[in-house]
């Protein structure tokens, strides 16, 4: 998965670009089939604007054996975006007063042991609890990815683990939380999980290609998943949907997503109020969150970005709305490669940043290819000299002692910062001595060599604003 970045103290802004969508489909195409094969894995891409569909289109193969390309109206498996449906699913039960969001969840669920602290359905929802994630926990069965569970069973796997933190205090991604939003459901309810989600979020919302379903079942257009963590193409490994259940075991297609993303923006499932709680940062005894109930919220190229990936055995699916702009983007892919050592994983995950940034109507640049030989000059260490004023002329010198860690592996450059706020970040260039840094999400960031007589002497980054690092070794 893309590694989360913390900036630099340098500045915060981002370029804008003017949303042009009569140009998207051309440039989306380009970008996309220049790194995708027909003959390879691929994925499904859909763009709305408002109440548009103004892209939609799918790349690569759907079945390699049997040489089927993808559609763009195929059946992927989603993965993690399933826990926004089970958090619309707690949130109307909210609404109709059967719960509350304070409420400790041993009211509930009787047999979760106490840990010493109260553990609210707020916690599980905006993964606060610090309840162990379970799909992290060590199981004497080796082959237990491939056994069919009940919830019953998992829930008395992890439920007797000790607490990872104090509740309220700490955000830590955790399955377990969902898991067991989905176990309460069917406590309070007297229904199976799946059985209360159809009747009341599925048909509700209209989602006629959206499955709670199973490896045996018959699914139209159901995509087969691949991975690449050898540094060649295989069928992913079996993995039971019954792993999943609340935290990520649904099958979806892109209209049904942008259908669901329409129906919560029209109010169709909660108030308008309740959702935009839902969409709103969880404050933490210290400091703010980056989730939500089911969302995480944060930006992408200065825009507010609401969103959530889904990573399960040969699939991904990442989906991201952006409110201001009225923008709302998915992608699905029927390839998970996380472990590949030949940085193909590292690609395709830039590429599917770019898909969104061009969906976003920013400009994506076009990539050159550098000489070994020039490459070795650029690798060394920087240390920050000067920092220039916005008007890029002034410039005051700077004695913080930080450094940038110019690497290469796998024919690439990667800058690392001293301070740890980024680590392994790409430089993708766009001229010989100027590059872009794609790992850095949330604000535009490069980097450029100042050579001497054919050698770097120094670099500048630039944000905001630049700031001057002179080569040292």
């Known amino acids: 998965m893309p590694k989360k970045l913390t900036l630099l103290l340098i500045s915060v802004f981002a370029s804008y670009t003017t949303y042009a969508q009569d140009f998207l489909p051309t440039s989306m195409d380009s970008l996309v089939s220049s790194q995708i094969k027909l003959t390879e894995p691929g994925c499904a891409i859909l763009v709305a604007k408002g109440k548009k569909i103004i892209y939609k289109k799918a790349f690569g193969s759907a079945n390699m054996e049997l040489g089927v390309p993808l559609d763009p109206d195929m059946v992927f498996r989603i993965g993690s975006v399933t826990k926004q449906f089970t958090?619309?699913?707690?949130?109307?039960?909210v609404e109709q007063g059967k719960i509350g969001l304070k409420d400790s969840i041993q009211r509930y669920l009787k047999d979760f042991p106490s840990k010493g602290y109260t553990i609210t359905i707020e916690n599980l929802l905006t993964h606060t609890s610090g309840i162990i994630d379970y799909s992290s926990m060590n199981h004497p069965d080796p082959y237990v990815e491939r056994r069919d569970f009940t919830p019953k069973y998992i829930f008395d796997f992890f439920k007797n683990e000790p607490l990872q933190f104090?509740?309220?205090?700490?955000?830590?991604?955790?399955?377990?939380n969902y898991f067991l939003l989905g176990y309460l459901i069917e406590q309070l309810t007297g229904k199976g999980y799946?059985?209360?989600?159809?009747?009341?979020?599925?048909?509700p919302a209209?989602?006629?290609?959206?499955?709670?379903?199973?490896?045996?079942?018959?699914?139209?257009?159901?995509?087969?998943?691949?991975?690449?963590?050898?540094?060649?193409?295989?069928?992913?490994?079996y993995q039971s949907i019954s792993m999943g259940y609340a935290c990520g075991d649904l099958m979806s297609t892109l209209e049904d997503l942008y259908k669901w993303n329409n129906a919560l923006l029209a109010n169709q499932l909660i108030k308008k109020e309740t959702l935009q709680q839902a969409f709103t940062p969880y404050p933490l005894k210290q400091g703010v969150s980056s989730y939500g109930y089911g969302w995480f919220i944060d930006s992408l190229e200065g825009s507010r970005c609401i969103h959530h990936e889904g990573q399960v055995s040969g699939f991904i699916a990442e989906e991201k709305y952006f409110p201001a702009?009225?923008?709302?983007?998915?992608?699905?892919?029927?390839?998970?490669?996380?472990?590949?050592?030949?940085?193909?994983?590292?690609?395709?995950?830039?590429?599917?940043?770019?898909?969104f940034r061009m969906a976003l109507g920013k400009t994506v640049q076009a990539n050159i290819a550098l000489s070994e030989t020039l490459m070795d000059k650029y690798i060394g260490t920087y240390l920050v000299d000067s920092l220039y004023e916005k008007d890029g002329i002034r410039k005051t010198k700077v004695n913080t002692g930080e450094r940038i860690i110019i690497s290469k592996k796998n024919n690439h450059l990667y800058a690392t910062?001293?301070?740890?706020?980024?680590?392994?970040?790409?430089?993708?260039?766009?001229?010989?001595?100027?590059?872009?840094?794609?790992?850095?999400?949330?604000?535009?960031?490069?980097?450029?060599?100042?050579?001497?007589?054919?050698?770097?002497?120094?670099?500048?980054?630039?944000?905001?604003?630049?700031?001057?690092?002179?080569?040292?070794?």
């Open 194 to 203: 799946h059985e209360y989600m159809k009747q009341n979020i599925l048909e």
């Open 325 to 355: 702009e009225d923008i709302y983007a998915v992608l699905l892919t029927n390839l998970k490669s996380g472990e590949d050592m030949t940085g193909f994983s590292d690609t395709r995950f830039r590429l599917f940043d770019d898909i």
């Open 206 to 237: 209209g989602l006629h290609s959206t499955y709670y379903t199973h490896e045996r079942d018959i699914i139209p257009k159901r995509v087969t998943g691949y991975t690449r963590d050898k540094g060649y193409y295989e069928n992913s490994p």
């Open 87 to 93: 958090a619309i699913a707690i949130l109307q039960l």
């Open 417 to 473: 910062l001293s301070n740890k706020s980024g680590v392994n970040m790409l430089l993708q260039p766009q001229t010989d001595t100027f590059f872009v840094l794609p790992d850095v999400t949330r604000i535009h960031t490069t980097i450029a060599f100042e050579m001497t007589n054919g050698t770097p002497t120094s670099l500048y980054w630039s944000q905001e604003r630049k700031s001057q690092w002179k080569k040292i070794e």
């Open 166 to 176: 104090q509740p309220g205090t700490k955000f830590a991604y955790s399955n377990s």
